[in-house]
T-cell receptor, first 115, second 111 residues
Framework: ETGVTQTPRHLVMGMTNKKSLKCEQHLGHNAMYWYKQSAKKPLELMFVYNFKEQTENNSVPSRFSPECPNSSHLFLHLHTLQPEDSALYLC??????????????FGAGSRLTVL | DAKTTQPNSMESNEEEPVHLPCNHSTISGTDYIHWYRQLPSQGPEYVIHGLTSNVNNRMASLAIAEDRKSSTLILHRATLRDAAVYYCILGGNNAGNMLTFGGGTRLMVKP
């Protein structure tokens, strides 16, 4: 257990479904992130929230909709996805250390399969 | 974003030291050098970070070149559980500062 909890761990959905991924951290961190990891590709940053405000949207299609109601929770709402959206979706949180570095703590990920 | 270059894969024998190199010739003065690793079926985990001086922690050591254009992650005695993808990435000092991951180095450890 890393301190960042993602649910569900596995999700299978059809292209017309609407589902949500949830991420929760109780580390007291102020920043939260969504990353996408497709097979044989590097992690791709999707969204960044800092103090509940979205500070980065890395050209993500609108079928992915993030929500950050507070600094401890982050959601990724999914609708009308495509099979190529099948991937591991990773949530992370961070806080700037006393050394000055911004260090990420990742969850275990939600494995999404779109049929 | 400043980019990093790492070998795609490396192999090591169990209980031997491993030196994982990383080149980051376009690093800026405020970039920290971070290392993360990703074990199979898990999210990445933090290993170590540094700015200018060499760093040691319970997991590894980080050697940073004097010009900061390269660094080396050192695992002093590789175990089978160290088999993972190791990512060298550069990041700033702001919470919310995004960290861009490259392809990393897949470390294979032979018994």
């Amino acid at each position: 257990e890393t301190g960042v909890t993602q649910t569900p761990r596995h999700l299978v959905m059809g292209m017309t479904n609407k589902k949500s991924l949830k991420c929760e951290q109780h580390l007291g961190h102020n920043a939260m992130y969504w990353y996408k990891q497709s097979a044989k590709k590097p992690l791709e940053l999707m969204f960044v929230y800092n103090f509940k405000e979205q500070t980065e949207n890395n050209s993500v299609p609108s079928r992915f909709s993030p929500e950050c109601p507070n600094s401890s929770h982050l959601f990724l709402h999914l609708h009308t996805l495509q099979p190529e959206d099948s991937a591991l979706y990773l949530c992370a949180s961070s806080q700037v250390l006393s050394s000055g570095a911004n260090v990420l703590t990742f969850g275990a990920g939600s494995r999404l399969t779109v049929l | 974003d400043a980019k990093t270059t790492q070998p795609n894969s490396m192999e090591s024998n169990e209980e031997e030291p491993v030196h994982l190199p990383c080149n980051h010739s376009t690093i800026s003065g405020t970039d920290y050098i971070h290392w993360y690793r990703q074990l199979p079926s898990q999210g990445p985990e933090y290993v170590i970070h540094g700015l200018t001086s060499n760093v040691n922690n319970r997991m590894a050591s980080l050697a940073i070149a004097e010009d900061r254009k390269s660094s080396t992650l050192i695992l002093h005695r590789a175990t089978l559980r160290d088999a993972a993808v190791y990512y060298c990435i550069l990041g700033g000092n702001n919470a919310g500062n995004m960290l861009t991951f490259g392809g990393g180095t897949r470390l294979m450890v032979k018994p």
